[in-house]
């Protein structure tokens, strides 16, 4: 078959389908990509290697990155000097580049402006990006991560014709209306509400934790529809343009002294009923296959990005000193050194597994779960290694000619204390390795709650 | 034996903690995040007047003659109210050394100033390539003259930025071992050759410099103590105020745990507290257990610095160093994760405290360079 | 006043008390210890020194121990060769030994067979036994550490004639008969029972994890007398004969290959009701206190006991080798030795301030449990680090020429897992230090609980 | 890439899992713990008619030439069974050993009879002051004659009780660098001024031994590759043997994971199951996340070796080492304290996994060891 992956096909198109129709579409699609895979693969053997062509678009891309890198891009530079303003201006020209060279969307549908090819292409992509610029890359995040895969899996073909391609082409940056203030870990406890009214959801409620809703053009939110069903069945999925009138953003300075988080405040916002992906209720469903893909990819892609950071860490030990000698020769810090890399490649390891099961058609399940925490544990551990490092110069932050590597750690380590926050506390996912996975029984106060979640 | 405080010592506490109730509240603290010079006259005059700066001077210069133990008590109060500003770099590290080292004129010239709030003074030790070694002093005073000349750089100095004087370590020769050849001067901040700048750091409630020496002359009255033999007394000044930076640790812990506490009580996720999950309860009770466990090591350490013998004192400092520090950061990190998402904000205190705790465990030697240190007494003794 | 600590007096003579007048008693004869106390104390300072007269005693002791210490005993012999029954003497003769040299129960008073002097000598007392000898003194610590203490402060007159001399010139070895098998961390899931029958309980049930019961004389056993009442009111404590009829002792192996605890089978075994402690209903309430004040004894003992543990190891440091050179020299293992003293020290402390709250009576409360937790973890941390230390040394056990430090260290790192299991759960004291100190509220299952314990 | 088992390999599990269910149930374990050879020649034989011996041996020798990754899913088996006896010490090590330097008359005289079951063997590497350092090997061969002649002591030597040869290593000159000057030769066990004795260990369930060497003569045929460079060989030989440990430690691990689990599932207290308590679910998942996690570089070090350069191969292994000893040591520690005092008791299985999994944390090269090799290589690298 010459389809390919997501193109429309006489069953979806423009039809509005079921959750378990998407489902099984899902698994279709991945079935689609498992079938060329199978002929690269030695099938012998497991295998991380890549093949002959993944390998060489692999050293094409990163040379073609090598190349176009823009000038004024930095590590610290980026994060710490710019403005939202410049960041997201960055972001776009980026993004476009890649684009035009025809590195966006490896994986989507040549018809919605992507490359046509396997997810295995925009992994490659992706980890070469994390390798030496990922944050370029990471204001776009959501955009890639969350808002992309969802309207192509669950949106309709309008959603999916008007949205892709400027996803793809960087003239869209999306944020994530999700959290908030009253729900916490308990995500399903939603209360924003949006009533059907005259072809318009319109909406009222409060937003939290939602990054680059302070230069999104556009928003996925999750939104109340119907206060009478259990909470994770009331939830609808919506597509807002954060331009509309109503919608206020209000950014969160958080311990970085950055303002990552934005709080949205939805007064009245009117939002058009088609913006409704799949059907009313269906949001929970949307929202939670969406974020298990995203997480088997990103776990990869975190890795690249961290390996990135141990080899600084390792070029900041044969720099700095302890009683004038470098730390390099210190065996502790060796230790650290060393148990950083592992942790790394414990999570390159474990992406590749997730990745392997869903390229040979698996839907990744709660096992997910362990990505978060490795990714999140990881960084925050490779962070307190690099600041015991750093001994006294932890201590001095960009912009001091004292400051080592342009005072990129005391950042991350900062930032890195949210990892294990955002995205579902630690705690949230060892409640769903122990109950979802290990199959043990939910505590009395949880168990007897009504949605049975 | 007898390990609980005296009543006089339980007295001080209460007071200390009325006064910074009053006089530095948070908000007083996040202003001065943003103040080149980290303090009110108001406030320093106060603090002058509880005695604060004098408690350890003897009764000649104005002094109550206190130990360590009466002091650590008041800075276990700092410590949980983040006092900003010089004390810790006056009163800790300057006044300490004059007191140990000092002549009569020199105590003389200095010592009433300190005491009457008027005068401050910070300590220039730290070097660049020292990393967490205090006692990795490289910096040349060569002869000159009848006094010395001072040139190099000394970074990490607290509060130098408002120092009338700097007590400055530098090497006067090559000695057999690296604890031999240092030397002390004290010279004042507007000396030729000295300049002092800010530097931007993570825990803006104590800053730190760096200084700069090309060429500073100190005359003979500038030498404190015998040329060449300076560790000593700088070892005893350095134990003290690692005492010091204890005692912080413990108040701040202290109130970086009853803020997570009191948030897991009224914090609701899943229709109940989440101080009713065994997740975070354990997580505030292992907060509960390490901050009483620092607060035994701390009241050792200050009791030994006061009572035992040397090689106790400083077995006992390396030890609460090592871990009061550790403890610090682990509850104000472990603090943060009770908050969620709100002790990840900026707005909320908490992140001042992990922040502090950071800069106090690197200060003065981290937990691996007291370690190490322990080992050679251990071994040694 | 010449009346010592404990003497009978007027008011407890011959009468059976009730919960509150023993509080208030435990709190006169501490009320005394302290008025002694402050004539010797520095007012003006927090103070850890010991005063002339107690550093006198300390190494008057001290001497005395080192003259009197038996020939055949050695740590890793006595632990590893030794059968019961030699341990069983060993430790009676040896208990015999202190008290005819006047160093058995320093601070009972001497109507009973005591000293008549403070808990600080006591505690001074087995610390040095603890620094030197621990061993000898272990198997004897139910006798020393419960049993005699809460004959002491609730048995009456006839108890205490009758017990405390022998618990303390080594005729008598006590065990302990609280566990039960069904019962596990929820200690008050008390279920054998005593029904009273002609001046005797009739006593049927199980316990387990009993130490000592193969070699005992007599057992502090809790049983339920009554089923009505709510969990842990319905408890009583007795006294019995481990020689009476239907009493089955039955050895249970643990990890270590030593068998250090046992089951005890009961079958209508007819405990005489003189052998009731307190009333009936007061079981729990005189297990719990007594536990309470043992433990604040116990965290400076252990602490000299592990304190003789680090200096081995550091001894241990400069034998072993890695790739040729002693580990000593290793920083990695050097931080761990002083990790490992650095807990010790923190045990230390911590008893310390416990004991000196109790010497001026405070009355211990449930922060107890860090003194429990810290002793576990801090073994447990301590083994752990010595058998990384011996590398492949750690393998070979007592017996063969290449074992080190006689092969005590495998014992130990064994034993040492059952340290955070036995006598409370670490989870369990984690709770009752989160919901009786911190205040957090208990969770929704046992929140229901009637007994509201 | 595809990082999921073939079906092939799948086969391979599923019956291995159902030869060892039959005859390594844990009573035989148990058994085997108190038996001085400690296998059984049944088990012996049935072991050699799977296949299990010649796994990776060339056809020539009746072997199936299959790679690591396929012999790590039997020795994952091989864990989670506990299974006692010299396999690993004969065909991980003594085998690889011939396979890898030993020259076409060493392999028929050795390779075909361990095929069938019929020879085992050893390796006598580790010395008395290497501690973790596979690679310190001090005991010296002087020439003699037109061989050598060994004299030295060899420790913890796996099942050597039980060997028909042992391949030993030693020292035939000084090098630049410890690894020259290293020579390989194989002994049969029978050979004069050779003893064998039984170390008592810890762990029963693999047997170690003390081998003393005196005046040992080795006949030209006994020398194994090019004298003074038999580093190289061992080095691939040890890195094939350190994936086998870490396949038994992630099979180890997930049963102490399933025992815990399936513990916490039936066991009440305070009128719920222990595992509905976060304490115990959360210990639990962590559990989970350390087993997956270890299985991750488990797969990564086997397909390494099988696959990718030499560099990737040894980097992966030393990280696969480190990480897997820990966590089987910590699952399985983890694991007594779900089980609580049923764990604590002989009777109950965990303590075997414990044993087990302290054995085979120090066996070639601990994780301090392995982590400083890891770094050894990236700053080379």
Known sequence: SSRRRGEPSQETRGETIT?????????????????????WMKEEFMDFRLTPEEEAFQKEFAAWLERNLPDEWDPSRYRLESSWEEKARMHREFQKLLFQAGYAGMNYPTAYGGQGKTLMEEVLVLETIAST????????????????????????????????????????????????????????????????????????????????????????????????????????????????????????????????????????VRVPAEMLVGMEGQGWKIAITTLMFERAVGDAVMASAFLRNVHNMREMAGNIKRSGKPVIQDPIFRQQLAQAFIEVMVLKHHGYRSLSQLLKGGV????????????????????????????????????????????????????????????????????????RVLNLPKDMSRASRQDGR | MDVRFSEEQVEIARQARR??????????????????????????????????????????????????????????????????????????????????????SQKERYLPGIAQGETRGALALQEPDAGADPGYIQMKANPAGDGFSLSGTKLFVPDAQVADFLVVAARTREGQDPSDGISLFVVDTGTAGMSVSLLPTMDATRKLCAVDFKDVQVDPQGILGKPHQGWAALHRVLQRAQIGLCAENVGGAQRAMEIAVEYAKIRVQF???????????????????????????????????????PGEAALAVSAAKAYCSEVNRNVATSAIQVLGGTGFSWEHDIHLYLKRAKANEVALGDPVFHREQLVLMLTNG
Request: proline share 4%; charged share 25%.
């Open chain 1, 19 to 39: 959750v378990d129709r998407a489902m099984l579409l899902v698994r279709q699609l991945i079935e689609r990509d498992r079938a060329r895979y199978r002929a």
């Open chain 1, 133 to 268: 610029c990922i944050e370029l890359w990471l204001t776009g995040i959501i955009t890639h991560g969350m808002a992309a895969p969802t309207i192509l899996i669950w949106g309709n073909e309008e959603q999916k014709r008007e949205f892709l391609p400027k996803c793809l082409n960087g003239t869209h940056i999306w944020c994530q209306g999700f959290s908030e203030p009253n729900a916490g870990s308990d995500v399903v406890n939603v209360s924003t509400r949006a009533v059907k009214e005259n072809g318009h959801y319109v909406v009222n409620g409060q937003k939290i934790w939602t990054s680059f809703a302070n230069i999104a053009d556009y928003c996925i939110l999750l939104v109340r529809t119907d206060t009478d069903s259990p909470k994770h069945k009331g939830l609808s999925y919506l597509l807002m343009d954060m331009k509309l009138p109503g919608v206020e953003v209000r950014p969160i300075r958080q311990i970085t002294g950055e303002a990552d988080f934005n709080e949205v405040f939805l007064e009245d």
């Open chain 1, 364 to 435: 990744p399940g709660p096992e997910g779960s362990i990505g978060k925490l490795l990714w999140s544990e990881t960084n925050q551990k490779i962070c307190e290694f690099a600041m015991e490092m750093l001994g006294p110069y932890s201590q001095i932050m960009h912009g001091s000619p004292w400051a080592v590597q342009g005072g990129t750690w005391q950042y991350l380590f900062l930032r890195s204390k949210g990892n294990t926050i955002e995205a579902g506390t630690s705690e949230i996912q060892r409640n769903i390795i122990g109950e």
């Open chain 2, 19 to 104: 006064f910074l109730e009053n006089e530095c509240p948070i908000e007083y603290v996040r202003t001065m995040l943003e103040d080149e010079r980290g303090f009110t006259d108001q406030i320093w005059r106060g603090m002058a007047e509880m005695g604060w700066m004098a408690m350890r001077m003897p009764e000649a210069y104005g002094g109550l003659a206190m130990g360590m133990t009466d002091l650590a008590v008041v800075l276990e109060e700092m410590g949980r109210a983040l006092l900003p500003g010089p004390y810790f770099s006056t009163v800790l590290m300057a006044a300490e050394a004059l007191l140990e080292a000092g002549n009569d």
């Open chain 2, 271 to 309: 229709d109940q507290p989440i101080g009713a999950y065994q997740a975070v309860k354990h997580r505030c009770a292992r907060m509960f257990e390490e901050v009483e466990s620092s607060r035994s090591l701390l009241y050792w350490a200050a009791w030994a610095q006061d009572q035992a013998d």
